[in-house]
């Protein structure tokens, strides 16, 4: 049974950092690709960036491209998304899973970027 727990949001301010865990089981974790998504209140779920299953390629959405950092631990069956430079615009609950995504998704991470 897949699980993807979620962890590490909170509140900080405009330009300040944050750091996201997803700790995966239930699967071969270091067999598939891995991403973060978000969704913000009233909008779509989006894909923030991805990362290859030994983590030598990633892929970022424009708007985030040069502030974020994917990676992961696959001795662990972690994936990580450090957050620099954060906007208020970058405020959602964060989520992971695989790409292409499994069915089941966790309950999420909230972050908010605000003053």
């Known amino acids: 049974q897949v699980q993807l727990v979620e962890s590490g949001g909170g509140l900080v301010q405009p330009g300040g950092s944050l750091r996201l865990s997803c700790a995966a089981s239930g699967f071969s974790f270091s067999s598939y690709w891995m991403a973060w998504y978000r969704q913000a209140p009233g909008k779509e779920r989006e894909e923030v960036a991805r990362?290859?299953?030994?983590?030598?390629?990633?892929n970022y959405a424009g708007d985030v491209k040069g502030r974020f950092t994917i990676s992961r631990d696959n001795a662990k069956d972690t994936m990580y998304l450090q957050m620099n430079s954060l906007k208020p615009e970058d405020t959602a609950v964060y989520y992971c899973?695989?790409?292409?995504?499994?069915?089941?998704w966790g309950q999420g991470t909230q972050v908010t970027v605000s003053s």
């Open positions: 990362i290859s299953n030994f983590g030598d390629k990633n």
């Open positions: 899973n695989a790409a292409p995504t499994f069915r089941s």
